[in-house]
């Protein structure tokens, strides 16, 4: 081999340059790293171009989805296919020039056996690295965290004073809970308005919840002041994991909020001369008379 500063012939195992003293560079390894570089620039090449010719149908997404949660979906269907400028995936979106099944987002419905839910899979036809949506842990934390507030309620609030609703469709259409059971299989199932609201919400679900009371809403906080600090301590805690909109109704028209940023339970009575409109739950307590 050649000394690479002066180009005398050296032995492969000197060190240094007898002639002009420079360190003598090993050119195999120099060599190997370039071609294990040039390997890899190859084949990185080369999958994607792979990657952009597989079709993605129901074993790509699968796939995806057994890759991504270690876990085998065996039922997945196709759902729906529109993409309208008002993000209304119950129209057919002819007025808009979309036809359902001709628009740029595929949505497929997915069962998990393991947790017993079903959710949905989407992806963008026009996306050409070819990436995979879900709601699977959204979906998860959902129910999870709604069941909780089911029984956080029915552990706090006297039983024969309290009905949970819950909305959770774009028309706010109330749903009584009569059973932890009906409200478990609402949960979940899955349902076209699901993938309505999660559209419109850019990633995330969203679910109202209403606990109606049928008492007079000064009376009530008076005798429950420590319940309803209980209770909004562990909404607190469930927000972290899961959004959602929570409030007390009373038969005054009033009602007790408990989504505020800073954390604290608000009272709202737009019906009664403005008496508590947007009132701190602590200041509304210490009132003498309402």
Not at 103 to 116: A, F, L, Q, R
Not at 149 to 169: H, P, W
Not at 195 to 211: A, D, K, L, P, R
Request: aromatic content about 16%.
């Amino acid at each position: 081999m050649k000394c690479n500063s002066c180009g005398m012939i050296v032995n492969e195992n000197w060190k240094y340059c007898p002639n002009c003293s420079k360190k003598i560079k090993d050119n195999k390894k120099i060599f190997i790293i370039l071609s294990v570089v040039f390997i890899l620039i190859i084949c990185f090449v080369v999958f994607q171009i792979i990657k952009k010719n597989v079709p993605i149908n129901e074993s790509y997404l699968k796939k995806s989805l057994s890759n991504k949660y270690d876990e085998k979906f065996s039922e997945l269907y196709y759902v729906k296919s529109i993409d309208n400028p008002d993000t209304d995936l119950d129209c057919d979106g002819s007025s808009f020039g979309t036809i359902k099944g001709e628009g740029t987002k595929e949505y497929y419905k997915v069962y998990s056996e393991s947790n017993d839910i079903e959710f949905f899979v989407y992806y963008d036809t026009s996306d050409k690295d070819k990436n995979v949506y879900d709601t699977y842990e959204n979906y998860l934390n959902r129910r999870e965290s709604l069941l909780e507030i089911y029984d956080i309620t029915k552990k706090y609030l006297r039983e024969n004073i309290i009905k949970f609703s819950i909305s959770y469709d774009s028309d706010d259409k109330l749903i009584e809970i009569t059973s932890r059971s009906q409200l478990n299989n609402i949960l979940s199932n899955f349902s076209d308005e699901d993938i309505s609201n999660f559209s419109n919400s850019s990633g995330t679900f969203y679910e109202n919840i209403y606990i109606n009371v049928n008492e007079d809403i000064f009376d009530f906080s008076k005798n429950n002041y420590y319940t309803i600090k209980k209770i909004n301590s562990e909404i607190v805690k469930l927000k972290n994991k899961y959004y959602f909109s929570m409030a007390i109704l009373f038969n005054n028209n009033a009602k007790i909020e408990f989504d505020r940023l800073d954390e604290e339970p608000y009272v709202y009575d737009q019906f009664a001369n403005n008496k508590a409109w947007g009132e701190k739950f602590d200041d509304f307590v210490m009132r003498t008379e309402y």
